[in-house]
């Protein structure tokens, strides 16, 4: 059964830290982009970060850029999203996303085949 899986999320306040995982199983990454997605309460789910197959290509939502890192270790297949300088606009359940593809990675939602059950990132005092 193919399944990803996200960890790391929680309860943080302004300005603090927290690592995402997502972790495969069932299959290999290694030849799959990946997206993190989040979706706030009363609102759609946005990208923001993917990462091409190989690490070589990454992107970033304009709201994150400089305070997320995403990053794979294949080897673990694994991929993190290593978070800082957290704010409450980042509040909301953050997944992961899988599709094959030998160069880049999509921005959109639409273009991942496989989906995480989500985890919950609260950013607050």
């Known amino acids: 059964q193919l399944q990803l899986v996200e960890s790391g999320g929680g309860l943080v306040q302004p300005g603090g830290s927290l690592r995402l995982s997502c972790a495969a199983s069932g299959f290999t990454l290694d030849y799959y982009a990946i997206g993190w997605f989040r979706q706030a309460p009363g609102k759609e789910r946005e990208g923001v970060s993917c990462i091409s197959s190989s690490g070589g290509s990454t992107n970033y939502a304009d709201s994150v850029k400089g305070r997320f890192t995403i990053s794979r270790d294949n080897a673990k297949n694994t991929v993190y999203l290593q978070m800082n300088s957290l704010k409450p606009e980042d509040t909301g359940v953050y997944y992961c996303?899988?599709?094959?593809?030998?160069?880049?990675?999509?921005?959109?939602?639409?273009?991942?085949?496989?989906w995480g059950q989500g985890t919950q990132v609260t950013v607050s005092s």
């Open positions: 996303a899988a599709e094959w593809r030998e160069m880049g990675c999509p921005s959109l939602d639409g273009e991942y085949v496989y």
